[in-house]
C-alpha cells in the first residue's frame, strides 16, 4: 500500500512539473503523515486495550466486556508491528471494535404506591479508533437510565474529554450521579412515610371523638376462621371480596386447596 501511494504521489508530481526539491518536499511530508496515522492508531489501540483492562480490575463483577474482539485486536498489533495503515479504508473495516457493558451503581426509584425500590442501570460504551486521541467514546445503549440529569452528566463527560481516556471518568462521574440522585429520592420517600403516618395519627384521636359522641357505634372487634375444601374459581373469590365489602369486613383469603377465609 505504501508503495503504491508512493507511485501515485510522484505521478501527480511530475505531471505537474514543479523542481525537484520541491517533489521531494512532498514525498517526505506525504511518508511523514502516513507513518504517523500508522503510529497514532496502534497507539489508540495499546490504550483502548489497557483502559479496559484497568476497568476490568476495578469492576470485575460488573463490567462485560466482548473477549472475541479483544483477542482479535491484540492480534492486529502483534501483526502489524510497524503500525496500522490508517490511511487504507479496507484495513480499517476489517478491525474489530472494541466495547463492554457495565452495571452501574443501585439506583433508587419510587413507586407510584409510595414504595421504595432500588435497580441496576447499565450502559454500553464503544471506542471509535481514534479514540483517545481525537474522539471520545460513543454511548450506543443505556438501560434503566430514564432521567434527564443523569442523560446530561453523560453529555457533559464526553464533551470535556480532549485527547485523553475517559471511560473510567465517565462510570464514576454516573455512580455519583446516581447517589446523589438516590438520596433526593429516599428523602422524598421519607417525607411521603412521615406524612401518612402524621395522617394516620389525627385519624385516631377523631375516630374516638365520633365513638364517644356516638356510643351505640362502638363496633364489636373479633375474628373468624372459615374453611372450605378449596377456593379456586375466579368468580367465587370476586364473590368473596364483594360480600366482605357489603358487610364492611377486612381480612384476608388463601386461595387453593385448602381455602381459608
Given amino acids: 500500500n505504501d508503495q503504491r501511494a508512493l507511485h501515485r504521489i510522484r505521478a501527480r508530481m511530475q505531471d505537474n512539473l514543479e523542481p525537484p526539491h520541491l517533489r521531494q518536499a512532498a514525498i517526505q511530508r506525504a511518508l511523514t503523515y502516513r507513518i504517523r496515522a500508522r503510529m497514532q492508531m496502534q497507539e489508540n489501540i ?5 483502559e ?6 476495578i469492576y470485575p463483577d460488573e463490567l462485560t466486556v466482548n473477549d472475541g474482539s479483544v483477542e482479535a485486536m491484540k492480534k492486529v498489533l502483534l501483526d502489524n508491528p510497524e503500525g496500522i495503515n490508517g490511511n487504507d479504508d479496507s484495513e480499517i ?3 474489530p471494535t472494541l466495547s463492554f457493558t457495565i452495571k452501574l451503581v443501585q439506583l433508587a426509584s419510587l413507586e407510584y404506591s409510595g414504595q421504595l425500590k432500588y435497580i441496576h ?3 454500553t460504551v464503544e471506542f471509535p479508533l481514534d479514540y483517545p486521541e481525537s474522539s471520545p467514546p460513543l454511548v450506543t445503549k443505556t438501560v434503566r437510565l430514564d432521567s434527564t440529569e443523569l442523560i446530561n452528566a453523560i453529555t457533559m463527560c464526553l464533551e470535556e474529554q480532549s485527547g485523553e ?3 473510567m ?4 462521574s454516573l455512580n455519583e450521579q446516581i447517589e446523589i440522585q438516590n438520596e433526593r429520592t429516599v428523602q422524598e420517600h421519607e417525607k411521603g412515610v412521615k406524612k401518612k403516618e402524621e395522617q394516620k395519627a389525627k385519624s385516631i384521636p377523631e375516630a374516638a371523638a365520633a365513638l364517644q359522641d356516638n356510643p351505640d357505634e362502638i363496633p364489636i372487634i373479633g375474628r373468624r376462621i372459615i374453611n372450605s375444601p378449596y377456593i379456586l374459581k375466579p368468580a367465587k373469590i370476586k364473590d368473596i371480596k364483594k360480600c366482605a365489602d357489603e358487610l364492611k369486613l377486612g381480612g384476608y383469603a388463601k386461595v387453593g386447596k385448602p381455602g381459608i377465609i
Avoid: F, G, T
Fill in 169 to 172: 471518568q465517565l462510570v464514576m
Fill in 165 to 167: 481516556e475517559c471511560a
Fill in 93 to 95: 473495516n476489517k478491525l
Fill in 121 to 123: 442501570p447499565s450502559i
Fill in 46 to 50: 495499546e490504550r483502548q486495550l489497557e
Fill in 52 to 57: 479496559l483492562e484497568v476497568l476490568e480490575a
